[in-house]
Nanobody, 126 residues
Framework: QVQLVESGGGLVQAGGSLRLSCAASGRTLSSYYMGWCRQAPGKEREFVAAISRGGYRPSYADSVKGRFTISRDIAKNTIYLQMNSLKPEDTAVYYC???????????????????WGQGTQVTVSS
């Protein structure tokens, strides 16, 4: 079983950037399809981005495509979410998640993920 710990959230002005980190322990990241999801107040948790077990084939929600980049560092057993051109509607708690089952199909719904971090708050002011 993998344990996930996010960091890097904070308060930023619209148009700014943040980089979130998710450090994994207990298992190597290459054992999972890894993703980021977010949950805004009063809304359901939604998919943001995912990266395959091999560290390629990044996938993104349409709302963040072209602005966010998911990546990983196997040596550090860590994944990242670089967020640029942030908008107030990006305000949410961001969660790192691991899917143990999918190998080829991209997990694009929160229900497909098996393990979760505690979340990190991202607030974008207008």
């Amino acid at each position: 079983q993998v344990q996930l710990v996010e960091s890097g959230g904070g308060l930023v002005q619209a148009g700014g950037s943040l980089r979130l980190s998710c450090a994994a322990s207990g298992r190597t990241l290459s054992s999972y399809y890894m993703g980021w999801c977010r949950q805004a107040p009063g809304k359901e948790r939604e998919f943001v981005a995912a990266i395959s077990r091999g560290g390629y084939r990044p996938s993104y929600a349409d709302s963040v495509k072209g602005r966010f980049t998911i990546s990983r560092d196997i040596a550090k057993n860590t994944i990242y979410l670089q967020m640029n051109s942030l908008k107030p509607e990006d305000t949410a708690v961001y969660y790192c998640a691991a899917d143990r089952d999918n190998v080829v199909t991209v997990p694009t719904t929160p229900d497909e993920y098996d393990y979760w971090g505690q979340g990190t708050q991202v607030t974008v002011s207008s």
